[in-house]
């Protein structure tokens, strides 16, 4: 029986994405590919909640060492938390150690620890750091840290990248020295398959057919724009609309405060159903450009896979972009952002969204057997 290590600083019952991911990992290689799997994670919670989600493996929980409510522990634990997941995990027998990017400098401590080939590792690239620090402007790119921190992390390449798009990897394979093979595993793919209308009772107390609604749901954090949220729920705020809320993050009480203004925006405390994300008639997903390859919102990639178009606004670069714009609408993250939405909410009706979102059964179709073939591949690597 093959033994596979995931390291992730999240996982269930933390509600954490990157944890929710590397649990749907464990569970398609525990099934089909009849694995071992062993999650190395720290002992927290993230945004204190935490879910229903029953936890896939053998789960092996590290306790953070210093106070995260203070700034000083945060950042110690940052850097603690990274050593101490990888230095663990190396130690525990595995046939391939799985090194997500949470905390940011997981993936320094895995070039450093695991570069002697004793231990096949992969590399998955949910978010991409110290890149995420230049971009969050914490850090600038010609600083010396930040320089340091890129060298090391780079120099000691992984046996494989597991990468969320194509456009993401290219950008990933220019910092190797070498070519690395690549697994493309685009996160935040529904995999479970519906049948039929979803029964009356399932439906959400603000499922509305006599009105369109937009919706945004998940994280808004530093990668995303909380302006250009405001301006859709500001601009939606006319007849025939409706727009649903439900987020969390460090922009989350900003969000939810200025949501209540408007009487057409719902707020939805503790996250929505999945079941309930169909019922979002156009799906919102934000990505600052300069986040572009350092992150790739899973949230579009799950409003695709349940049939939904999404608007996005970022850079055309982007994966979330290149990968959905035949069932998309683009708002660019320039002056023009205004202007677009207008013309975009003056053109949206039901027949023009019924259109897109004919469009995502093929790119679902696709999407599910690339995350099952990624799974396949990764329980052989």
Same mark, same amino acid.
């Given at each position: 029986?093959?033994? *596979? ?14 944890? /929710? ?32 989600? $029953? ?10 060492? /210093?106070?995260? $409510? ?27 150690? *799985? ?48 320089? /340091? ?26 910092? @190797?020295?070498? %070519? ?35 919706? @945004? ?9 909380? $302006? ?7 601009k939606s705020a006319q007849a025939g609309f409706q727009f649903i ?16 203004? #408007? ?48 608007? #996005?606004?970022?850079?055309? $670069? ?31 009706? %039901? ?31």
């Amino acid at each position: 029986m093959k033994k *596979i290590t995931i390291v992730s600083r999240h996982y269930p019952p933390n509600k954490n994405i990157n944890g /929710f991911l590397a649990n749907q990992m464990a569970e398609y290689l525990i099934r089909d590919s009849h694995a071992e799997v062993t999650i190395f994670c720290m002992d927290m919670e993230a945004d204190g909640n935490t879910s229903s989600v $029953e936890p896939n493996g053998k789960v092996v929980r590290i306790r953070q060492r /210093f106070n995260p $409510e203070k700034k000083v522990g945060k950042l110690l634990n940052m850097i603690y938390d990274g050593y101490m997941l990888i230095k663990r995990s190396k130690q525990h027998p595995s046939d391939l150690i *799985i090194v997500t990017s949470s905390p940011p400098l997981l993936p320094f401590w895995a070039s450093r620890l695991l570069k002697s080939g004793k231990r096949k590792w992969a590399f998955w690239s949910l978010d991409l750091f110290p890149e995420g620090f230049v971009a969050a402007k914490t850090i600038g790119e010609k600083n010396l840290l930040y320089r /340091f921190l890129k060298k090391r992390t780079y120099k000691h390449a992984p046996d494989v990248l597991i990468a969320l798009g194509n456009e993401q990897s290219k950008y990933i394979q220019r910092n @190797y020295p070498n %070519p690395v093979p690549v697994i493309i595993l685009p996160a935040g793919v529904t995999l479970d398959e519906t049948t039929g209308e979803p029964q009356v009772h399932e439906k959400p107390e603000w499922y509305n057919p006599d009105v369109i609604t937009l919706g @945004y749901f998940g994280n808004v954090g530093q990668a995303h724009n909380p $302006e250009f949220i405001k301006q859709m729920i500001a601009k939606s705020a006319q007849a025939g609309f409706q727009f649903i809320l439900s987020v969390y993050g460090i922009h989350a009480e900003e969000m939810k405060a200025y949501g209540k203004i #408007f009487d057409h925006v719902i707020v939805v405390e503790n996250g929505l159903a999945q079941e309930h994300l169909q019922y979002i008639d156009v799906h919102l997903v934000t990505l600052r450009s300069e986040w572009t390859h350092a992150a790739v919102p899973s949230k579009a990639v799950t409003a695709i896979s349940i049939g939904r178009p999404i608007v #996005f606004c970022g850079s055309e $670069e982007s994966d979330n972009w290149q990968m959905f714009k035949e069932a998309a609408w683009f708002v660019p993250e320039t002056q023009e952002m205004n202007t677009k939405i207008d013309e975009l909410l003056a053109g949206l009706n %039901p027949a023009e969204i019924f259109r897109k979102a004919s469009l995502t059964g093929e790119i679902v179709s696709s999407l599910k057997q690339q995350v099952l073939d990624a799974y396949h591949q990764i329980g052989k690597a």
